[in-house]
Nanobody, 124 residues
Framework: QVQLVEAGGGLVQAGDSLRLSCTASGRTFRTYSMGWFRQTPGKEREFVATINWSGSTTYYADSVKGRFTISRSNAKNTVYLQMNSLKPEDTAVYYC?????????????????WGQGTQVTVSS
């Protein structure tokens, strides 16, 4: 079992930065990869970024590449999403997720555990 708790969402203006964090408990954190997804009302959950168990490999959605950075601290059982140059279209509920198979996938259905989500709102 893995429990995930996100933090760091809020209301910012376009061009601002925000850092989300997701702290895990339960199964040993360094044994699985992590991902960030986002969702807006009426739409499917959208892949944002993923990172492998050691932090050495990352993948991003094209929409956030160059603006967002995913990282992790295995010592703190935490994964981060640094979001820079935020745009109104980044507004969504952001979720972290744990992938016990270490697939480094953008497919939401592969992820085994999910956090409760944190709202990010970017005003123009």
């Amino acid at each position: 079992q893995v429990q995930l708790v996100e933090a760091g969402g809020g209301l910012v203006q376009a061009g601002d930065s925000l850092r989300l964090s997701c702290t895990a408990s339960g199964r040993t954190f360094r044994t699985y990869s992590m991902g960030w997804f986002r969702q807006t009302p009426g739409k499917e959950r959208e892949f944002v970024a993923t990172i492998n168990w050691s932090g050495s490999t990352t993948y991003y959605a094209d929409s956030v590449k160059g603006r967002f950075t995913i990282s992790r601290s295995n010592a703190k059982n935490t994964v981060y999403l640094q979001m820079n140059s935020l745009k109104p279209e980044d507004t969504a509920v952001y979720y972290c997720a744990a992938d016990l198979s270490n697939s480094l996938t953008e497919v939401a259905a592969v992820y085994d555990y999910w956090g409760q989500g944190t709202q990010v709102t970017v005003s123009s």
